[in-house]
C-alpha cells in the first residue's frame, strides 16, 4: 500500500508522487512554475552525487543524507532548508514568513535564485561540518 501526502500539500492525490517530476505535474499554477523556479536554483549548487527523492510526501535533495526540501500548500510554497540555515539569514529573510525549519513564500513569488542558492550552499556546508564531527 503506497503512503498518503502526510503533509496536506496542493500536490494531493491518494497515491503519494513516485518522484519530483510527478509531484510537479499534480500541482496547479502559478505555484508549479515557482517550485520549477526553486528546483532549478537548488540543482545548480548541488553536488553531482545528489539525487531528488520524495520525502515525507514532498520533492527532496539528498546527498549522503537529506539536504533541502520544497512544496506547495494551497496558499503559499515552501523551502525546508533546516532551522540552523534560517536562523542564519535571518535578516535576509525578514520579508517571508518562517518558522523553526520552513521559509513560506507567496505562490506566484519563488525565493530569489541567488537566495536559495546561498541556503543550499549553507545547507551543504552544514552536512559537511556534521560529518567532520563523527569523523
Not at 540543482?43 to 510526501?57: C, D, K, N, Q
Not at 526540501?69 to 532551522?83: D, G, I, Q, V
Amino acid at each position: 500500500m503506497k503512503k498518503t501526502n502526510p503533509r496536506g500539500s496542493t500536490a494531493k492525490r491518494n497515491i503519494a508522487p513516485k518522484n519530483t517530476d510527478e509531484y510537479l505535474a499534480r500541482v496547479p499554477e502559478p505555484a508549479r512554475s515557482t517550485l520549477k523556479k526553486v528546483r532549478a536554483a537548488i540543482r545548480s549548487v548541488m553536488p553531482l552525487e545528489a539525487t531528488e527523492a520524495i520525502s515525507y510526501g514532498i520533492p527532496a535533495f539528498k546527498c549522503k543524507g537529506p539536504l533541502v526540501w520544497f512544496a506547495a500548500f494551497p496558499k503559499h510554497c515552501s523551502l525546508f532548508p533546516t532551522a540552523a540555515v534560517i536562523e542564519k539569514f535571518k535578516n535576509e529573510l525578514k520579508s517571508f514568513r518562517t518558522s523553526k525549519g520552513t521559509i513560506r513564500f507567496p505562490v506566484d513569488k519563488p525565493l530569489s535564485p541567488a537566495l536559495v542558492k546561498k541556503l543550499v550552499k549553507a545547507r551543504l556546508a552544514q552536512q559537511d561540518r556534521k560529518k567532520l564531527r563523527r569523523s
